[in-house]
């Protein structure tokens, strides 16, 4: 079920991206330093652009096959990714 995984890799991208939030402003309130919170920052912002990234890919690629359907084009490959997997 492509769905399943397509959404357990948001909440799992989105669990990461709390836990990242969570460092930076336990870094910020205590007596931690700089590193910390700065580099909790960084993680969080590659975090939410790498979600935005593989949410709007699927996005595409869905739209991508629906148009081609839409259009009568039955030439495009649909990749499939796990070959062999039961």
């Not at 309130?29 to 969080?44: D, I, S, W």
């Not at 949410?55 to 490959?77: G, K, M, N, W």
């Amino acid at each position: 079920m492509a769905f399943s995984n397509f959404r357990l890799n948001v909440v799992a991208g989105v669990l990461l991206l709390a836990i990242s939030m969570s460092v930076a402003i336990w870094g910020w309130m205590g007596e931690h330093g700089l590193v910390t919170p700065v580099v909790a920052a960084v993680v969080a912002i590659l975090l939410v652009a790498e979600l935005i990234w593989y949410v709007e890919r699927t996005q595409r690629e869905l739209s991508s096959f629906l148009s081609s359907i839409a259009h009568q084009d039955y030439s495009v490959p649909i990749p499939e990714l796990h070959k062999g997997h039961a």
